[in-house]
């Protein structure tokens, strides 16, 4: 089976740096995911990392560690747009893809 | 292009009814999925198409019947549901893995109410 796990609420303030992590127990794992939603839309695509390391996207940034099965998502220089809920997602090697329950981002001015 | 569409954005049916829902995508991907979304709850995977052809069925009840036209069309047939059934409906599309794509881009997704 699969399991992920998040944390279920981080608060932080505007201009702050926030993690957020996600911890996973897989087979067939091919890579990790990072989507966002606000309430009421569709997740959007963040960040991808298949490999070990850190991948850089302007404000976000995400890392994996494939040997202690453990992922985190960075955000850089919060803003309010930023409050939303934030998934990390499983991706086998089948094509299958398993959404973590998610991490609700508040942002405080 | 990097939409994913559906319709409609807003459905209530009856238990007795039949509808469909229908998502669309040009950006060549062969790769389409269907998630049931409850509120506040991560999505859940339903079906997986690859190719035009359903690689993954999770177990998910007979009253949602997926269909594939073709490359850029999915359907989700929907009969006989139930009030629990109510849920955002999302479309993704991707390349499958054998392409090296690993992006799933959703739709924004159909609102369904089941009276």
């Known amino acids: 089976g699969q399991s992920l796990e998040q944390p279920s609420e981080v608060t932080a303030v505007e201009g702050a740096i926030v993690q957020m992590n996600c911890t996973y127990q897989t087979s067939g794992f091919y890579g990790l995911s990072w989507y966002q939603q606000h309430d009421g839309g569709a997740p959007t695509f963040l960040s991808y990392?298949?490999?070990?390391g850190l991948e850089e996207t302007g404000r976000f940034s995400s890392f994996l560690s494939r040997s202690d099965s453990y992922g985190y998502l960075l955000l850089q220089e919060l803003q309010m747009k930023d409050s939303a809920s934030y998934f990390c997602?499983?991706?086998?090697?089948?094509?299958?893809?398993?959404f973590g329950a998610g991490t609700r981002l508040t942002v405080k001015p | 292009d990097t939409e994913v569409t559906q319709t409609p954005k807003h459905l209530v049916m009856g238990m007795t009814n039949k509808k469909s829902l229908k998502c669309e995508q040009h950006?060549?991907?062969?790769?389409m999925y269907w998630y049931k979304q409850k509120a506040k709850k991560p999505p859940e995977l339903m079906f997986v198409?690859?190719?035009?052809?359903?690689?993954i069925n999770e177990s998910v009840p007979s009253r949602f019947s997926p269909e594939c036209p073709n490359s850029s069309l999915l359907n989700l047939h929907l009969h006989a549901l139930q009030p629990e059934d109510s849920a955002l409906y999302l479309c993704?599309?991707?390349?499958?893995?054998?392409?090296?794509?690993?992006?799933?881009?959703f739709g924004p997704g159909t609102r369904l109410l089941v009276l």
């Open positions: 997602a499983v991706l086998t090697h089948n094509n299958d893809m398993r």
């Open positions: 993704a599309s991707s390349q499958p893995l054998t392409d090296s794509q690993e992006t799933q881009y």
């Open positions: 198409y690859s190719y035009e052809k359903l690689s």
């Open positions: 990392n298949a490999l070990d």
């Open positions: 950006m060549g991907h062969r790769a």
